[in-house]
Nanobody, 126 residues
Framework: VQLQASGGGLVQIGGSLRLSCAAS????????MGWFRQAPGKEREFVGS????????YYADSVKGRFTISRDNAKNTVYLQMNSLKPEDTAVYYC????????????????????WGQGTLVTVSS
């Protein structure tokens, strides 16, 4: 499966942004999906994950209550709604697909994902 992330940009502190991750090549419903981010000079970190059906989600503590992951399997697309954005949310955001894992709680590390999109930059500034 090929993944294409989009929707990044410059947003003010406290603002909102919605990222999209469009899949092609294979049906997205076959995959548990995740979002990761990488800030300048830092390791890529887990943001959140969503089950194949969309019925379960799991988030990093740093974004819990502010970010929401959803998916539309009919459109082969996963979304990351980001609200109340902070400067520390500035990063390149990546979507990823996991073939083997089905638990959103377990799929929180890079190694558990085998397909990655190219990333989209989110900059939060005053």
């Amino acid at each position: 499966v090929q993944l294409q992330a989009s929707g990044g940009g410059l947003v003010q502190i406290g603002g909102s942004l919605r990222l999209s991750c469009a899949a092609s090549g294979r049906t997205l419903s076959n995959y548990l999906m995740g979002w990761f981010r990488q800030a300048p000079g830092k390791e890529r970190e887990f943001v959140g994950s969503i089950s194949r059906s969309g019925g379960s989600t799991y988030y990093a503590d740093s974004v819990k209550g502010r970010f929401t992951i959803s998916r539309d399997n009919a459109k082969n697309t996963v979304y990351l709604q980001m609200n109340s954005l902070k400067p520390e949310d500035t990063a390149v955001y990546y979507c990823a697909a996991s073939t083997l894992y089905s638990s959103v709680v377990v799929a929180t590390t890079r190694a558990r994902y085998d397909h990655w999109g190219q990333g989209t930059l989110v900059t939060v500034s005053s």
